[in-house]
């Protein structure tokens, strides 16, 4: 066993997606500038915005939380199964 391994996964168990920090991508209802050439002309898709000068490609706000773009799983039950 590696003599590293309690404190890798004690580091791992101890991540949390809050303290992370700034993350650069592209905010609705603001002002964006783009990272890698500072205009602030987009390209607005589903899931991320492209500068218009460099193609630069950010991802949405909107799908930072996660739910946004996976996809929702329906069951069909046959129409003689009762719930």
């Not at 004690?10 to 993350?23: D, E, I, S, T």
């Not at 490609?57 to 799983?73: E, K, M, S, T, V």
Request: glycine share 10%; net charge positive; with cysteine.
């Amino acid at each position: 066993m590696h003599p590293n391994l309690p404190h890798i996964t004690a580091r791992k168990a101890a991540f949390n997606p809050v303290l992370r920090g700034y993350h650069i991508m592209y905010r609705t209802n603001e002002h964006n500038h783009c990272p890698g050439c500072g205009h602030s002309q987009w390209i607005v898709g589903r899931t991320v915005a492209e500068c218009a000068f460099c193609s630069t490609a950010l991802p949405l706000d909107i799908h930072a939380g996660g739910l946004g773009g996976q996809p929702r799983f329906i069951e069909a039950r046959a129409s003689g199964d009762m719930l």
